[in-house]
């Protein structure tokens, strides 16, 4: 069973999103309206030293909020893991000699089709932090996973992306 699509028109579009508004019939014969934000996949970088990991700290306009997060960006190079190597080392200033796709989420599914494809770099090594116009100020700061867990109990993180992609790392390293 799959809801039927009535009409859709663009509503606002820029290089990052395009907005629709759909007009639909649900499975029930009731008609809806969505707006959706159809957006390329998203990568989320883990750098991993089996003891630390690097937290990137921005500021993030919508929610007026300074946000300690794991290094993360869109789709814009040849490959969803050419871009997660790129913003890793844009962003924390960090090379990955390896890279693990450890899962996939969906951000936010009621109006989102954004993926994201987390990833596990190990291997580091320096790089050099370059960062975009709305990143400058962007700091770096190596915690352990305990000090994740109490940032997230004290509101420091608040970041949907990161809380999911702890989750993802604890899985996978307990089945490692």
């Known amino acids: 069973?799959?809801?039927q699509k009535i009409s859709s028109k663009q509503v606002y579009k820029n290089r990052f999103m395009t907005v629709t508004e759909d007009q639909l019939?649900?499975?029930?014969?009731?008609?809806?309206?969505?707006g959706i934000v159809h957006k390329e996949p998203a990568v989320l970088i883990i750098p991993w030293n089996d003891k630390h990991t690097t937290l990137v700290k921005q500021y993030r306009y919508p929610v007026n909020f300074y946000?300690?997060?794991?290094?993360?960006?869109h789709y814009e190079h040849a490959s969803v893991e050419e871009t997660a190597r790129v913003e890793l080392e844009e962003e924390a200033g960090i090379k990955a000699g390896k890279l693990?796709?450890?899962?996939?989420?969906?951000?936010?599914?009621?109006?989102?089709?954004?993926?994201?494809?987390?990833?596990?770099?190990?291997?580091l090594s320096e790089g050099k932090q370059h960062l975009e116009t709305a990143e400058?100020?962007?700091?770096?700061?190596?915690?352990?996973?305990?000090?994740?867990?109490?940032?997230?109990?004290a509101g420091e993180i608040k970041d949907g992306l990161?809380?999911?992609?702890?989750?993802?790392?604890?899985?996978h390293l307990a089945t490692s």
């Open 100 to 123: 693990e796709e450890i899962g996939i989420f969906h951000i936010a599914p009621g109006h989102l089709t954004q993926v994201c494809h987390v990833y596990l770099a190990t291997d």
């Open 1 to 3: 069973m799959t809801w």
């Open 162 to 171: 990161t809380i999911t992609a702890l989750q993802l790392l604890e899985l």
């Open 25 to 34: 019939i649900t499975d029930y014969g009731d008609k809806v309206v969505f």
């Open 67 to 73: 946000s300690w997060e794991w290094p993360a960006g």
């Open 136 to 153: 400058k100020g962007m700091k770096t700061k190596q915690v352990t996973l305990d000090k994740i867990k109490d940032m997230i109990r």
